[in-house]
Structure formats: structure tokens, C-alpha cells
Nanobody, 115 residues
Framework: QGQLVESGGGLVQPGGSLRLSCAASGIIFNINVMGWYRQAPGKQRELVAIITSGGTTNYADAVKGRFTISRDNAKNTVYLQMSSLKPDDTAVYYC?????????WGKGTLVTVSS
């Protein structure tokens, strides 16, 4: 059974940076498409960024140029480097893994952007 554990969330001022991590276990990490999603209060969960097993990335328009997703297959970990943060980035950020063997979600980590 796959398990994903996010970390790195917290309170940051507008314009600041934060790096989220997602540690995976119980899955064949290097075959999975890994993704970060977020859900703001009162809104639906939305895609932030994904990275394929080959390292191809895709980003939501709202975060292009500010966020960078990366993965370390040796550590079974995916990262989300967030820069130039805005109050609109405030949300619970969730990690997702997806392959033909199944899809898994973490429990999320809260990011609050506020002065």
C-alpha cells in the first residue's frame, strides 16, 4: 500500500519562498507520475504541477515561472520549490502519485501566505 507524506508547509510573507517535500513509500517510485495539487478554502482541488518518470514537467498557468517541481528517485521524494509567493497561493498542498498500479494521495500540508 502506497503512502505519501508531505512536509515543509508553513506561514510565509508575500514574495517569500518555501520548499515542500513529499516522501513516498510502498510504491515503485520511479515509474510514477508525481504531482502537487492544492485546495484553497471554499474551492476545488486543483493541479499545481506534475513530473513524469522521465522528468517532463507541466505547470498550472497560475504558478508558471514561480514554482518548480523536481524529483529524486534515489530518495523516493518529490519537491515543490515555491518562490514569489502570493496570498492567492494559500492552500493545503497535496502530493499525488499515479501509475498503472494505482493512485495515492498524501494528507496535505498547509501553506499560508500572509503579512
Amino acid at each position: 500500500q502506497g503512502q505519501l507524506v508531505e512536509s515543509g508547509g508553513g506561514l510565509v510573507q508575500p514574495g517569500g519562498s518555501l520548499r515542500l517535500s513529499c516522501a513516498a513509500s510502498g510504491i515503485i517510485f520511479n515509474i510514477n507520475v508525481m504531482g502537487w495539487y492544492r485546495q484553497a478554502p471554499g474551492k476545488q482541488r486543483e493541479l499545481v504541477a506534475i513530473i513524469t518518470s522521465g522528468g517532463t514537467t507541466n505547470y498550472a498557468d497560475a504558478v508558471k515561472g514561480r514554482f518548480t517541481i523536481s524529483r529524486d528517485n534515489a530518495k523516493n521524494t518529490v519537491y515543490l520549490q515555491m518562490s514569489s509567493l502570493k496570498p492567492d497561493d494559500t492552500a493545503v498542498y497535496y502530493c499525488n502519485s499515479n501509475s498503472y498500479r494505482g493512485s495515492y494521495w498524501g494528507k496535505g500540508t498547509l501553506v499560508t501566505v500572509s503579512s
